[in-house]
């Protein structure tokens, strides 16, 4: 195992929330040329709506997305205080995954919401994200040095990691079978709280 510096990570978390602040930015940017189209084509304010639904859904979609994984990462950094180089480089997956999120929404907004293979493509997108969290909070729970002395990592964290992973995975299996499942798979992580007392039950 590597040895983890003393060092507070806020370095590390302040340059990963501008990435996150970067993504959520960009996904606004669609939207915003949508106006001036519309007022090129003499269209009415209105369509900037109505004719944008698939831009404008994907941008809520995702917004919420990013914002519920960052929430996740801000916390599981709360019971941080060192860092080692492979959490860095879990860090950075995780990171990578924020940045990539703009881009598959732009496929979302592009084709339809049957399209199993951006569906497939945009929850993966999603489930690296949450493989990469899920192993820095066990990292994290493992190591004492990186774990806060006053309020290190719980179990429960790394069930509820688990939890979210597995939910993905069968979110990603059944949008891939079935088209018409699309992106109500996301309904699953409100299943989270059962699947991490199944792993309570089990003795993980």
């Known amino acids: 195992m590597s040895r983890a510096t003393s060092r507070d990570p806020d370095r590390l978390v302040l340059f990963t929330d501008a990435v996150v602040a970067i993504a959520v930015t960009l996904l606004v940017l669609p939207l915003v040329d949508v106006v001036p189209e519309t007022v090129h084509a003499h269209g009415a304010s209105s369509e900037v709506f109505t004719d944008h639904k698939a831009q404008i859904y994907s941008f809520l979609l995702s917004f919420v997305v990013i914002i519920r994984l960052w929430l996740v ?10 860092y080692t180089r492979p959490l860095i480089l879990w860090n950075a997956g995780w990171v990578l995954a924020i940045v990539v999120l703009p881009f598959t929404t732009e496929m979302v907004a592009s084709y339809s919401a ?4 951006t569906t497939a493509v945009y929850i993966g997108n999603v489930l ?13 729970y493992r190591d004492s ?5 006053d309020d290190p990592p719980t179990i429960d964290a790394v069930r509820g990691g688990l939890s979210t992973v597995l939910l993905l995975l069968v979110a990603l299996v059944l949008a891939a079978l079935f088209s018409d499942v ?8 409100f299943l989270e709280p059962l699947v991490r007392r199944g792993w309570r039950l089990i003795g993980v």
Not at 114 to 117: K, L, M, V
Request: aromatic share 12%; charged share 15%.
């Open 128 to 140: 690296a994200a949450a493989v990469c969290q899920t192993v820095v909070t066990v990292m994290s």
């Open 145 to 149: 040095d990186v774990a806060s002395e």
């Open 182 to 189: 699309s992106y109500y798979g996301f309904l699953l992580l």
């Open 73 to 82: 990462h801000h916390g599981a950094f709360e019971h941080i205080r060192g």
């Open 114 to 117: 049957h399209d199993r293979f």
